[in-house]
T-cell receptor, first 115, second 112 residues
């Protein structure tokens, strides 16, 4: 399975500021995903990031708030802009490995607290 | 109707017992089915993948799939306290452009 790293692992930020989360994969993957998960809650897909095209955002998420970059097949960033305490959550990068199952694997996550 | 439904639990079983986790899905075109384990404060970890009707065994884990009933389950034999976690069911059409749909998860507690 793909090995995925995220930076930072956690951060505490002031409201109104922005944070960029990095996701690095040890192999080339076509599809990368960004999720949010609040404590005790299920996964919420923010957007799908494919290399060479604009990210596709889910309902309730917009590019101005969560700009995403996907410069190559092993790297992506998610920026949480103009943060408010409601953005406090765990942000997870995920990749899909094509094959028999099209399995999806997750990075370790970034725990964000906004004060 | 949710696309992937799971009982939120908690499901509590004694150590050594069989834990049975269930999941139903609404998309009949789904081809691939997954079980993830998520420990508190950690990210989801893929533990089983299945795409054919019937049973698939891997160690103490058995995934069962019934496409006609749109039902997938995970059995954990000889449950251990270390199995205590949230288990997420996920389904995928296994074709380009479609994303994996995750259930909300079932919390499992294995009592020592």
């Amino acid at each position: 399975s793909a090995v995925i790293s995220q930076k930072p692992s956690r951060d505490i930020c002031q409201r109104g500021t922005s944070l960029t989360i990095q996701c690095q994969v040890d192999s080339q993957v076509t599809m990368m995903f960004w999720y949010r998960q609040q404590p005790g809650q299920s996964l919420t897909l923010i957007a799908t990031a494919n290399q060479g095209s604009e990210a596709t955002y889910e309902s309730g998420f917009v590019i101005d708030k969560f700009p995403i970059s996907r410069p190559n097949l092993t790297f992506s960033t998610l920026t949480v802009s103009n943060m408010s305490p409601e953005d406090s959550s765990i942000y997870l990068c995920s990749v899909e490995q094509r094959g028999v199952y099209n399995e999806q694997f997750f990075g370790p996550g970034t725990r964000l607290t906004v004060l | 109707q949710k696309e992937v439904e799971q009982n939120s639990g908690p499901l509590s079983v004694p150590e050594g017992a069989i834990a049975s986790l269930n999941c139903t899905y609404s998309d009949r075109v789904s081809q691939s089915f997954f079980w993830y384990r998520q420990y508190s404060g950690k990210s989801p970890e893929l533990i089983m993948s299945i795409y054919s009707n019937g049973d698939k065994e891997d160690g103490r884990f058995t995934a069962q799939l019934n496409k006609a009933s749109q039902y997938v389950s995970l059995l954990i034999r000889d449950s251990q306290p270390s199995d205590s976690a949230t288990y997420l069911c996920a389904v995928n059409r296994n074709t380009g452009g479609f994303k994996t749909i995750f259930g909300a998860g079932t919390r499992l507690f294995v009592k020592a």
